[in-house]
């Protein structure tokens, strides 16, 4: 379809449109595009298209795609006048976007970074989001250099990212808060101007409270943008900010965008997986070659013989894999024990015993990390072997590189599904 667009019109792009300019120029979210330039908008999102001056364009639509002419602003003018102070901060500057789900925080962010490239400045982004990861595998917390302008941030290759093993920081706070305050250290390594930080939407009851509060003060932000859907809804936060002496803006909300429900937000998700796991192949490592984070599987000792020998009795037979901790043994075997047997060993040990059987690692998701405990990429684990102690894993690493796996809560098949949760610390 061939559009005319004049000059200042607002346009609501959705779904998944490929967009040309046959003459004119047009901006979505700050970056402009000119006479030849395509712009593709992905499926399940939305942007802002405006018109610099009377335009044509051409539109190709995907299953999802349409347009709306509107006659407000779809970048409202608080989101350039917030830009406009960013712009005029002392760099280097840390700023920090908070908001509830769908406010536009990746969208404001996609839009300050653009501005800033287009006032010569250098611009990283730190994605805390694990949930819409859209720069960096799902479950991390990753940073990316904006070395073009972009329309999303699923444009961008994450340069770092730290593991985290969840869709959501639910249960897993020290692990978000440590994650940001490690991509922060490797962000300033490359000596930004601007490091733009992009947050979770998970801001209200008392996990989102805890998480936005210690959050502020791990980042210790030299400004903040607050974007409320509803006015007030971030009081609690403006107000802390304003005592510590924070520069901060409260601006509303995108008027209009393509919001996602959790079964949408799933399916992005199983995108950003087939990403990750692109051109990955199986590879095997023995338990005694790495060592494992956020599992007490692969950390412990040998039992003794005694131990052993109580176990033989009480089971019946010497299970393929045992290790003791000061908190709990486990045992891995393919035999299937009854819940009294093992409470019977428990006492009997006068330790804690969890007893699994090798399917319990089917499918779970990994973090490959490197020596700074920084991830080389996702793994999924497709079997592990309890007699000779071996894991294949499904990834794009080099197994040389891996020091440490760390184990995540989720299980994703080999088609990028997540199907089911673990409890931390599980396995
Ligand atoms: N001003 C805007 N006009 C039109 N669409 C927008 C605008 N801002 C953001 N969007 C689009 O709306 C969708 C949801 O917004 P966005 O992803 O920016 O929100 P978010 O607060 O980051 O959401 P989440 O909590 O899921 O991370 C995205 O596809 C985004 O591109
Ligand atoms: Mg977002």
Redesign the pocket.
């Known amino acids: 379809m061939r559009l005319r667009v004049c000059k200042g019109r607002n346009i ?1 792009l959705v779904g998944y449109l490929k967009i040309r300019v046959l003459s004119g120029t047009i901006d979505i979210f700050g970056k402009k595009f000119k006479e030849n330039e395509t712009a593709e908008i992905k499926r399940l ?4 298209l405006v018109a610099l001056e009377d335009s044509d364009i051409e539109i190709e639509f995907g299953p999802d795609g349409y347009i709306a002419g509107v006659n407000f602003e ?2 409202p003018q608080q989101w350039r006048e917030c830009v406009n102070e960013i712009l005029g901060l002392k760099v280097p500057a840390k700023v920090l976007v908070i ?1 509830d ?8 962010i996609c839009y300050a970074a653009n501005s800033i490239l287009e006032a010569g400045k250098k611009v990283v982004i730190i994605n805390t ?1 694990t949930g ?1 990861s859209e720069m960096n595998p799902p479950t991390t917390i990753g940073l990316a250099c904006v070395e073009n302008q972009i329309i ?1 941030l699923s444009e961008l290759k994450h340069a770092k990212a730290f593991f985290v093993g969840s869709t959501s920081p639910a249960g897993l706070f020290n692990r978000s808060i440590t994650g940001v305050i490690k991509m922060l250290l490797e962000a300033q390594k490359l000596s930004p101007d601007f490091i733009l930080i992009n947050t979770t ?1 998970w801001v209200h009851g008392p996990g989102g409270r805890e998480l936005k509060e210690t959050k502020l003060l791990a980042i210790d932000p030299d400004y903040i943008v607050f974007i409320e859907k509803v006015p007030g809804e971030l009081e609690y936060l403006t107000t802390i900010s304003s005592k510590l002496g924070k520069r901060f803006k409260v601006i509303p909300a ?1 008027p ?3 919001t ?1 429900g959790r079964e949408e937000r799933r399916d992005l998700r199983k995108q950003y997986y087939t990403k990750e796991f692109e051109g990955a192949r199986e590879i095997y490592i023995s338990t005694d070659d790495v060592a494992f984070m956020y599992s007490y599987f692969g950390t412990g000792l040998p039992l003794d013989a005694e131990e052993l020998m109580i176990i033989a009795q009480t089971l019946g037979f010497v299970p393929e894999y045992s290790e003791k901790t000061p908190d709990l043994i486990l045992i891995i075997t393919e035999r299937n024990i009854p819940q009294e047997k093992t409470e019977l060993l428990s006492k009997k040990l006068g330790r804690q015993v969890r007893i699994l059987q090798p399917s319990a690692f089917e499918n779970l998701l990994v973090g490959l990390l490197d020596e700074n405990a920084n991830l080389l990429a996702s793994g999924i684990i497709r079997r592990f072997d309890p007699a000779s102690r071996t894991l294949s894993i499904l990834t794009k690493v080099d197994p040389e590189k891996v020091r440490i796996i760390a184990l995540g809560r989720i299980k994703v098949t080999q088609e990028m599904e997540e199907v089911e949760w673990l409890e931390p610390w599980y396995i």
């Open positions: 609501f999102t939305s942007a802002p779809l970048l908001a789900v769908d406010s536009g925080k990746s969208g404001f989001d819409q999303h939407g995108a209009r965008l393509r996602r």
